[in-house]
C-alpha cells in the first residue's frame, strides 16, 4: 500500500562524520499514523459504518480494514485556521449515501483547525498548554431505522500531554497525562465526546458515552522537551452509546473539543439497529477462565461416559 561503491579507506575523523551524517537516513520512520487508524467493530444487526481517514491537505494512501485505500486531500485554509472548513463526506462507506459528514463545528479561542501535511491541525496564536482549540464532529442525517448502538473512534495527537480540551483544568503551564494513558478501558468524563440525538418532533438530548477505552497508542517520533528523549504517541479512542432506550431518531452528531497544537488524523463512525457492547468489553479475570475451563472439562467427561454406555 504505502509507496530505497568502492572507496579509499577514511581516517577517524572523517569515518565518523560520515557516520553522522547518513545516520538519519536510516533511522526508523514512524508509522504510529497508520498503527492508530479506526478500526472494523463487529456491530450486531444492521450496521453503517463510515469513515474519513485522511484529513490532511495532501492526498494519503492509508489501510483500512486491511485494504490500501488513496484518499484525496481536502481544502481549508491555513494557519492559524480561521478559515471554514467544508464539510466532508465519509471518505470510506459501507452504503455510499453521503449522509454521514466530517464538520468543523467552532473555532477556538486564537484559531481552528485547518488540513495540514499530516491532519487536520488544530492551529493557534497562543502557546499555552490545554487551550481550547474548536470543536469538531460528524454528524448523520439518515441514521438507520430503530438506532440503538453508535460507536464513535478518533485517532489524536496531542500538545503538551494533552488531546481532548479539559474546561476544568483551563489553561495551565503543566503538561497533561494523554500521553501516560494505558491501553484499556477509560472512565468517562465530561469532555470525552457528547452524543446529541435529534428527534423527528425536533427535540433533542445530549448524553455522554456510556463506555470508552484508549484502544491503541501510535509511536509517532521523540521529544526532548522535558529534557530527555521521550516518545510521542498518537491516540486512537472509541466510544459506545446504548440506545436500545430510544426511538424516533431521525439525525444525530458526535461532537468534541480538541486543544491547540493537536492533530485529529481520523475519524470512524459505525452505527447499528441492535445493541452489543464492543467497546471497554471486560476482560474475564483468571479465576473465570479456570471455571470456564473446568466447566468444559465436565462437559467432555458426561459426553465420554454416554458413548461408553
Do not use: C
Not at 466532508?88 to 473555532?107: E, G, H, L, M, P
Request: glycine share 10%; proline share 6%; aromatic share 10%.
Amino acid at each position: 500500500m504505502m509507496n530505497q561503491l568502492s572507496f579509499k579507506p577514511l581516517s577517524i575523523v572523517a569515518l565518523t562524520a560520515f557516520s553522522l551524517n547518513i545516520a538519519p537516513a536510516f533511522a526508523a520512520i514512524p508509522t504510529g499514523i497508520q498503527d492508530a487508524i479506526p478500526v472494523a467493530k463487529s456491530l450486531n444487526g444492521t450496521k453503517k459504518d463510515d469513515g474519513w481517514y485522511n484529513l490532511s491537505a495532501a492526498s494519503k494512501t492509508k489501510t483500512v480494514d486491511g485494504s490500501p485505500v488513496t484518499i484525496a486531500g481536502i481544502p481549508g485554509g491555513g494557519f492559524p485556521g480561521m478559515a471554514p472548513l467544508p464539510n466532508v463526506i465519509s471518505q470510506v462507506s459501507s452504503d455510499n449515501d453521503n449522509s454521514a459528514t466530517f464538520r468543523k463545528v467552532s473555532n477556538g479561542a486564537a484559531g481552528g483547525a485547518f488540513p495540514s501535511s499530516e491532519s487536520l491541525y488544530a492551529g493557534s496564536l497562543s502557546g499555552a498548554y490545554n487551550f481550547n482549540g474548536g470543536k469538531l464532529g460528524v454528524f448523520e442525517s439518515a441514521p438507520v431505522e430503530n438506532l440503538a448502538n453508535v460507536v464513535f473512534q478518533v485517532e489524536l495527537g496531542g500538545a503538551n500531554g494533552y488531546d481532548f480540551y479539559q474546561p476544568s483544568v483551563g489553561t495551565t503551564t503543566t503538561p497533561g497525562g494523554a500521553s501516560a494513558l494505558s491501553v484499556g478501558a477509560l472512565t468517562v468524563t465530561n469532555y470525552f465526546p457528547t452524543l446529541n440525538l435529534i428527534f423527528g418532533d425536533n427535540t433533542t438530548t445530549q448524553l455522554t458515552a456510556n463506555w470508552a477505552e484508549l484502544s491503541f497508542k501510535g509511536e509517532n517520533g521523540t521529544t526532548s522537551a522535558s529534557g530527555t528523549e521521550e516518545p510521542i504517541y498518537i491516540n486512537l479512542y472509541a466510544f459506545q452509546w446504548d440506545l436500545s432506550g430510544y426511538s424516533n431518531i431521525s439525525s444525530f452528531n458526535v461532537t468534541y473539543d480538541v486543544v491547540a497544537h493537536s492533530q485529529t488524523y481520523a475519524a470512524r463512525l459505525t452505527q447499528s439497529d441492535t445493541f452489543n457492547q464492543v467497546v471497554a468489553v471486560p476482560v474475564p479475570e483468571p479465576e473465570s477462565y479456570a471455571m470456564i475451563l473446568a466447566g468444559l472439562g465436565m462437559v467432555a467427561l458426561v459426553a465420554r461416559r454416554r458413548r461408553q454406555v
